[in-house]
């Protein structure tokens, strides 16, 4: 049996940058906030309110980037990088709730419409969209190789289609006098937030219930290893993410002779890494005649 594995160091790049993205989110969360309370806008107030969603949510990612550095112990022989696919899970969760809240409100403002000061709304507005690229644009690069800042980002970027839509309502409130905008903006921030928060959960769930690595074929992978010199065959062949980059795989592989075990041990694990990408991995050699190769045959039907 071989056990190839490629220890990963965790950068501290992910921790620096939700540090910062959670500093500028904090700092605006609150200009909002005062903002949308002083001009009576509830785009603002509920871009705010998303932006304190936010906090809590760079909060746990952060928490998370943290717990995922620890080495693995007796307890957790992965390590505790599954506890950014949780936080990534949350996260996706708080963002549908967040809109259950904004929806009624609007519902009841698209009714009873409010007076709003447009042009202090338009400003307060640009300014939380600067700051939500900002947290974006330091956010971004991690994010692609990182699930948990993927959600962090996912969070920034419909803060951003918050403050944008916030704008547009200042403008046609300020221009056409329809103070319905305010109102339908904020439901259609709510569209943004149901789209970005399902892509998330989805991805985090998939993580969660062990499936195959989105860009990784499990049939592929059957094929290039029956395909090495020696193997007759092969099963049980599983293959899951520890998390969003973290690629694991374990199989059995059949060989016509003992002495293609070594061989095909190191031919596997040498495929695997440099074709598939996945560097860690479990395989175990069996010899044909190896009892643990009947299991994939199927039972002959009992004599009646």
Known sequence: MSHDHDHHHHHHSPVLAL???????AVFFVV????????????????????????????????????????????RTFGYQR???????????????????????????????????????????????????????VLYRSSRSNINL?????????????????????VLVLETSWRQADAVVSALICVGI??????????????????????????QIRAALAALPGVRSVHDLHLWSVTRGTESMSGHLVVTTAEHTAPTLRAGAKLLKEKFGITHVTLQVETSGHPECEDTIPPPDEPE
Do not use: C, Q
């Open 83 to 137: 506890v950014e696919v949780l936080a990534a899970l949350i996260n996706g969760v708080t963002l549908i709730l967040i809109t259950g809240v904004i929806l009624r409100e609007a519902y009841g403002r698209y009714f009873s419409p409010h007076d709003i000061k447009a042009k202090e709304m338009i400003v307060i507005a640009v300014i939380g969209l600067l700051s939500n690229l900002a947290a974006g644009a």
């Open 150 to 170: 993927r959600g962090a980002f996912l969070h920034v970027l419909s803060d951003a289609l918050g403050s944008l839509g916030a704008v547009v309502a200042g």
């Open 32 to 75: 909002e906030l005062i903002g949308g309370w002083w001009t009576g806008s509830l785009a603002l107030i509920s871009d705010a309110l998303h932006m304190g969603f936010d906090l809590t949510a760079l909060g746990l990612g952060l928490f998370a980037a943290r717990m995922g550095r620890k080495p693995a112990d007796p307890k």
């Open 194 to 219: 149901v789209v970005t928060s399902y892509w998330l959960v989805r991805d985090s769930v998939h993580i969660l219930l062990e499936g195959t690595p989105a860009h990784l074929e499990l049939e």
């Open 19 to 25: 540090s910062w993205a959670l500093a500028i989110t």
